[in-house]
């Protein structure tokens, strides 16, 4: 039995053209692989304004209308010093005058739209989704499925975005203040690192260096981490030339395996021209 969402919900969907939702999929589609790396610093960000000076729906609402991690974490200390509110506006604008650079660059693509559709466009705009839409459409002007590929990009990362920084943001309060974001910066890089495990070599590599860095961990200086990444270093490399070896002697054994129908191939050759 398969789920079939009510039309009414749908309704508004289909009022866009088929190329505008195809565009959409498609920029949603692409965008997929950052979300590790959205969710990391996301999740970061929202334990930092956790655990400084706001409270639980201060941070949240930071989250959902400021909508800028590097912004929304070099105004913290502000807050936290008592500063005038005009030194928080002049340092988060500062922060983000990159975002004046890109819908600069976005202008000769949308240029054909309202005024409000373009200050709605730019902002939900963003660093990785701008790069991005730049290397898809090097063209400006309009194209069929444009404007729905950048939303599809930008929803998804916005709505990624606020779903970790809000739980980072909630989930702040379940450990002491002690722990510092040191606790939150490991939690995040987890996906960062899962998404880069894509052979049995790396996969080798980080499960001898967690092996190694819990080991080691007494090492003064640190040493542990040292060890961790030599050790994980090694054993990459020799899962390499392992699976090298491996894909070498099974090339060998193939061309072992079909000499002899060679071998009889081309001797017969000759004996068929004779025949001819």
């Not at 498609?26 to 304004?49: D, K, N, Q």
């Not at 929304?72 to 975002?99: D, E, K, M, Y």
């Not at 193939?254 to 001819?276: F, G």
């Amino acid at each position: 039995m398969t789920f079939r969402p009510p039309q009414a919900l749908l309704r508004p969907w289909h009022r866009f053209a088929p190329a505008e939702r195809a565009g959409f999929i498609e920029g949603a589609r692409y965008f997929a692989p950052s979300l590790p790396a959205v969710f990391s610093w996301g999740l970061v960000t929202g334990v930092a304004m956790s655990k400084s000076v706001m409270n639980v729906p201060e941070a949240i609402g930071m989250s959902l209308l400021v909508y800028a991690g590097s912004a929304q974490l070099s105004v913290l200390p502000l807050f936290a010093a008592g500063l005038p509110l005009w030194t928080v506006w002049l340092t988060a604008a500062i922060v983000n005058l990159r975002f004046v650079i890109f819908s600069a660059g976005l202008q000769p693509h949308f240029s054909y739209l309202p005024l409000w559709r373009r200050t709605l466009l730019g902002s939900f705009n963003g660093d990785l989704h701008f790069v991005y839409f730049m290397q898809r459409y090097a063209t400006p002007g309009h194209e069929p499925g444009k404007e729905g590929y950048f939303w599809g990009m930008a929803l998804t990362n916005f709505a990624m975005w606020q779903v970790s920084s809000i739980i980072g943001i909630v989930l702040a309060s379940a450990f002491p203040d002690s722990w510092g974001l040191g606790l939150a910066g490991t939690l995040a890089l987890i996906p960062v690192m899962v998404t880069t495990i894509r052979s049995r070599s790396t996969l080798l590599a980080v499960a001898v260096a967690c092996a190694l860095a819990l080991l080691c961990f007494a090492l003064p200086y640190r040493l542990g981490l040292v060890v961790a990444v030599v050790g994980a270093i090694a054993a990459g490399m020799a899962s390499d030339e392992l699976a090298a070896r491996a894909t070498l002697a099974g090339i060998r054994r193939r061309k072992a395996e079909h000499a002899p129908a060679q071998a009889a191939a081309r001797s017969a050759a000759p004996a068929a021209k004779d025949r001819a």
